[in-house]
């Protein structure tokens, strides 16, 4: 079993519509749960960040984990042509090494 | 705002060749990242530097990879001996807290 599993995608949606983004994972010692959205040939940058089971919002963007299920989400309200991006899941685990989810391709249609 | 700069943003070398790849992290921060993508393929930790030292490194880290701040501002990746399946992006990506930014990538072509 892989450590992280994302969907591929590619995932495409008309503009205004709410995106549900989703990874689960193995290891129990992941500590940190993070999304990054990547726009094509640049480097990830970080959306959201929490350690805790729940949901914690940011805008349009709410991240929410459930540690017991080894899930986490990302959901993103009206959707905008600019939230067209690569968007990947990533765990930091006790001893400071990340792991990153293959990433789901989102392309929103205006 | 502070940003994680990265050169040469194209590298292409002949395998066997050493190549080193060089990152400006963002002057305040404290752990430094090296990262790898290979086309359509997922984001690999590669190794993490803290304090003058490796933190941590993924078993893709061996012999032919290491890693130096040899001043106080650039933090560079050394691969020794290139080979084919070197081939990928690589990210260099700084932290102070719990935030995590990335640099644009250096692509290198192995061939």
């Known amino acids: 079993q892989k450590e992280v599993e994302q969907d591929p995608g590619p995932l495409s949606v008309p503009e205004g519509a709410i995106v549900s983004l989703n990874c689960t994972y193995s290891n129990s010692a992941f500590q940190y749960f993070m999304w990054y959205r990547q726009y094509s040939r640049k480097g990830p940058e970080l959306l959201m960040y929490?350690?805790?089971?729940g949901n914690k919002e940011d805008g349009r963007f709410t991240a929410q984990v459930d540690k017991s299920s080894k899930y986490i989400s990302l959901f993103i309200r009206d959707s905008q042509p600019s939230d067209s991006a690569t968007y990947l899941c990533a765990f930091r685990d006790t001893g400071n090494q990340f792991y990153f989810g293959t990433g789901t391709s989102l392309t929103v249609i205006p | 705002e502070p940003e994680v700069t990265q050169t040469p943003s194209h590298q292409v070398t002949q395998m066997g060749q050493e190549v080193i790849l060089r990152c400006v992290p963002i002057s305040n921060h404290l752990y430094f990242y090296w990262y790898r993508q290979i086309l359509g393929q997922k984001v690999e930790f590669l190794v993490s530097f803290y304090n003058n030292e490796i933190s941590e490194k993924s078993e893709i880290f061996d012999d032919q990879f290491s890693v130096e701040r040899p001043d106080g501002s650039n933090f560079t990746l050394k691969i020794r001996s290139t080979k084919l399946e070197d081939s990928a992006m690589y990210f260099c990506?700084?932290?102070?807290?719990?935030?995590?930014?990335f640099g644009p990538g250096t692509r290198l072509l192995v061939l």
């Open positions: 990506a700084s932290s102070w807290q719990e935030t995590q930014y």
């Open positions: 929490t350690y805790s089971s």
